[in-house]
């Protein structure tokens, strides 16, 4: 079932562009200033609409992302490592220091989780240092990528 805005306004139903040109910028905000708002509220409400197929994208790529994480994971379940999972998607560039803060843990423990996660390559190192060193979440920054690539999101 279609929701109401399709019934409300089938406009909507043809959301196939990202971004709109200067010139029709220019045209919306001209109609608008001479008091037809119409045309911009459309544009705005395609925009939203777009959005929210973004966000669903990224939510089920995210979801797929972390299954694969908890079949590789062999951890018992109540181990730090399946808390930080939820953190490595919100903060895909991390550190022990990081780990520590967000997660309210010892200094030690945060290593061991560091360790646990390239273990099973779900983090990378990309410095040399052996102190203040930081990991990335490969997986999180290639979706991050691909999704502010804009033939992707035209595609969307």
Request: glycine share 0%.
């Amino acid at each position: 079932m279609k929701p109401v805005i399709y019934k409300t306004y089938p406009w909507v139903s043809k959301i196939d562009r990202w971004s709109l040109s200067r010139k029709e910028r220019t045209e919306l905000k001209d109609e608008y200033q001479i008091g037809n708002p119409e045309p911009i509220i459309k544009e705005f409400i395609l925009a939203i609409f777009t959005a929210i197929k973004i966000a669903n994208l990224y939510l089920k790529r995210i979801e797929e992302i972390k299954e694969t994480w908890s079949e590789r994971i062999t951890s018992r379940k109540e181990a730090t490592i399946w808390s930080v999972l939820d953190m490595l998607v919100m903060n895909p560039i991390v550190n022990v220091t990081i780990l520590q803060n967000l997660l309210k843990i010892e200094e030690r423990t945060a290593y061991n989780v560091i360790e646990q996660l390239e273990e099973f390559d779900i983090v990378k190192k990309v410095n040399q240092y052996k102190r203040r060193a930081l990991y990335e979440v490969r997986e999180i920054l290639q979706l991050l990528d691909e999704l502010s690539d804009i033939q992707v999101l035209r595609a969307c």
